[in-house]
T-cell receptor
């Protein structure tokens, strides 16, 4: 089982629709959580961090459920420019060291059609 | 451009050859990461440095892979005796970690990557 799992999609939705992605993680030592966006043939860029209380940034809302070990991303009023791959990222603390491990999910592809 | 830069952007090599990639992070960033990404997958963590110290290495990083960051600035990733399975995009990222310590996480800024093709 992968440590971070995402539905690969693709999600193909009309402009203006609301779309939601989930991401599950298996390691209970996971400390912090993020969503990154990656456009085709480009490098990943941070979209938003995910806080325990949930957080919103414009049309984007992120939620964390530690008990069920999943995070979600909701996009409202989707735009053509939202078409991209959305990567779930988890920071896991290493138990016996001072280091941490960053784990990316495989990504969920989103395509917004006019 | 003051972002993360990587060189070369593309590398084609024959199986068995050695290759070396370079990453120049954002100048004030103290943490530097290497990832490998194949088509349809997210970036796979390889290793990271805090200044010049290599803090973590993935089990994916076989003995053929080595990374250095000798002066805590730029970093190199070398792959010896390349195999066709090494073909991928190699991404470098950097971040600034402050007082929160080495187990904290700050936004990573990625470079454009080096695309490696092993024939």
């Amino acid at each position: 089982r992968k440590e971070v799992e995402q539905d690969p999609g693709p999600f193909n939705v009309p402009e203006g629709a609301t779309v939601a992605f989930n991401c599950t993680y298996s390691n209970s030592a996971s400390q912090s959580f993020f969503w990154y966006r990656q456009d085709c043939r480009k490098e990943p860029k941070l979209l938003m961090s995910v806080y325990s209380s949930g957080n919103e940034d414009g049309r984007f809302t992120a939620q964390l459920n530690r008990a069920s070990q999943y995070i979600s991303l909701l996009i409202r009023d989707s735009k053509l420019s939202d078409s991209a791959t959305y990567l779930c990222v988890v920071n896991v603390l290493e138990k016996y060291s001072s280091a941490s491990k960053i784990i990316f999910g495989s990504g969920t592809r989103l395509s917004i059609r006019p | 451009d003051t972002g993360v830069s990587q060189d070369p952007r593309h590398k084609i090599t024959k199986r068995g050859q050695n290759v070396t990639f370079r990453c120049d992070p954002i100048s004030e960033h103290n943490r530097l990461y290497w990832y490998r990404q194949t088509l349809g997958q997210g970036p796979e963590f390889l290793t990271y440095f805090q200044n010049e110290a290599q803090l973590e290495k993935s089990r994916l990083l076989s003995d053929r892979f080595s990374a250095e960051r000798p002066k805590g600035s730029f970093s190199t990733l070398e792959i010896q005796r390349t195999e066709q399975g090494d073909s991928a995009m190699y991404l470098c990222a950097s971040s600034l970690v402050g007082l929160a310590g080495p187990r904290s996480y700050n936004e990573q800024f990625f470079g454009p990557g080096t695309r490696l093709t092993v024939l």
